[in-house]
């Protein structure tokens, strides 16, 4: 059985070595999840907010550690790792301090002396996560399910499995019931087995394309519900009324947060023709001044892609543009030296049916689309195969909502990146998935929306 080795994709060292665990192994740490569950979901909202909190206390206090255990194992940079503990705590409060709201019993007037609909658990949910945000996407999942009633058993990335431990951990020194929340260091192959696990009855998966497709086929042959949040190639339509200063800020960040490892990165800039060149120019000057280096040096503004296979596919991407017609105005080349480095990279005049514009730039590479007018902007940013997030850069806020009711995805941000807020529900259409995350209506995917009615 293949142990799971953790790379420093910054220096190429490897970190630590963690032990895979049969299946044999996986399906009791299964059983004690669901002997747990039968009395977590006897708890009050009260009891489970309490952990909650406590758990978003134990973040708080802990995030210098936890974020440079990020840093190191999957190159983010340490001031965004930061802000991602810090967001992981603010999300385990919102659901603690909104939980009741949200899975309250619905009174429904009827002929019936009473009436109503209530929000139970299910049982044990299986989460299979990503590396790019090894904490939050965790605890994006773990938050309202746990506070549902339902408990979790996580599959993570295996470049990331000190984070997996450090999350188990956490929940256990926050008070939480042992099997409420559990760690499964399995191998990827055997994912099949825990799905058709009878204890599971739910699964929640964020990654690529095949891997929901693969999820899903297994889950579907064994009538499991699942939640996939899936790869993405989100569009900025730029419009000719844009301040580009601000404009250009925007793009940078969007294309390099997280080293451009993000599933809603500003990925396609789909430019109108009138401001086009004058956009070209002044982003590629700042995405070019953008810091690329050492992820723990915190003026660093982006680090290393995660691992030495990812920066070689996106390599391989920007190459096959090329090949199509694309054409290189910056980076573009593998940097030499250690690491998993990929310089900020810009490829324009791409259009359907070339690499960067057909598939998803998982990585510091931006594509830069010249259309005629809003309207073929518009259908541009549609011909995708993926429909995550979208955006609208303009100075008319109308203009800009307008279109972006147009624009075909779970969301559509006018002058600013999108992002995943627990307030509002997160996920994709088309190839990026279905279901939903976050807000009343992530936490209401993995209940049982039950109705009761007293004669």
């Known amino acids: 059985m293949s142990n799971a080795i953790t790379i420093n994709p910054a220096t190429g060292e490897n970190i630590n070595e963690y032990e895979r665990i049969a299946i044999s192994k996986a399906k009791e740490k299964i059983a004690l999840a669901r002997k747990a569950y039968t009395s977590w979901k006897q708890t009050s909202f009260t009891e489970r907010s309490q952990h909650m909190h406590a758990l978003a ?10 974020a440079r255990l990020a840093t190191t194992e999957m190159g983010k940079t340490i001031v965004q790792a930061r802000k991602e503990i810090e967001k ?15 899975l309250g019993k619905e009174t429904v007037d009827t002929e019936a002396k009473k009436s109503y609909v209530t929000f139970q658990s299910m049982g044990v949910i299986l989460a299979v996560m990503p590396w790019n945000f090894p904490f939050y996407q965790v605890i994006r999942f773990a938050a309202p399910a746990l506070m549902a009633g339902n408990t979790g058993v996580l599959k993570h990335a295996s470049n990331v499995q000190g984070c997996a431990f450090a999350l188990e951990d956490a929940f256990i020194k926050a008070g939480f019931p042992e099997g409420v929340f559990t760690n499964l260091n399995i191998n990827a192959k055997d994912v099949k087995g825990v799905i058709e696990d009878k204890s599971i009855v739910a699964v929640t998966l964020t990654g690529s394309d095949p891997a929901g497709r693969s999820v899903a086929t297994v889950a579907g042959a064994n009538l499991k519900k699942t939640v996939l949040e899936l790869g993405g190639s989100d569009a900025y339509i730029v419009l000719d009324d844009v301040d580009l200063e601000e404009a250009t800020d925007l793009a940078v960040l969007g294309r390099l947060q997280n080293n451009g490892q993000t599933c809603i990165a500003a990925k396609r800039f789909i430019v109108l023709d009138a401001i086009y060149d004058a956009f070209l120019k002044m982003f590629t000057t700042k995405m070019a001044n953008a810091k690329m280096g050492d992820p723990m040096d915190e003026s660093t503004y982006y680090g290393p892609m995660a691992r030495v296979d990812l920066r070689d596919e996106i390599h391989e991407q920007v190459t096959k543009t090329i090949a199509q017609g694309g054409r290189l105005l910056l980076g573009g080349k593998i940097p030499e030296g250690k690491g998993a480095y990929y310089p900020a990279t810009i490829l324009a005049d791409v259009h359907p049916g070339m690499e960067a514009f057909d598939n998803e730039l998982f990585g510091p590479v931006a ?7 809003e309207h073929e902007a ?8 993926f429909g995550l997030g979208s955006g609208v850069l303009t100075s008319d806020r109308e203009r800009g909502e307008r279109v972006a009711l147009e624009l075909e995805a779970g969301s559509s941000f006018v002058n600013k990146l999108v992002a995943s807020d627990p307030r509002l529900p997160f996920g994709g259409i088309k190839n990026s998935g279905y279901g939903r995350e976050l807000s009343s209506y992530g936490i209401r995917e993995f209940v049982n929306v039950k109705s009761v009615w007293v004669a």
């Open 57 to 66: 206390d134990h973040f708080e206090e802990n995030k210098e550690a936890y």
């Open 88 to 102: 992981c705590a603010w999300v385990c409060r919102f659901y603690a301090d909104n939980v009741e709201r949200f």
């Open 367 to 373: 594509a830069v689309i010249r259309v005629k007018d």
């Open 378 to 385: 518009i259908a541009l940013a549609n011909t995708s195969q």
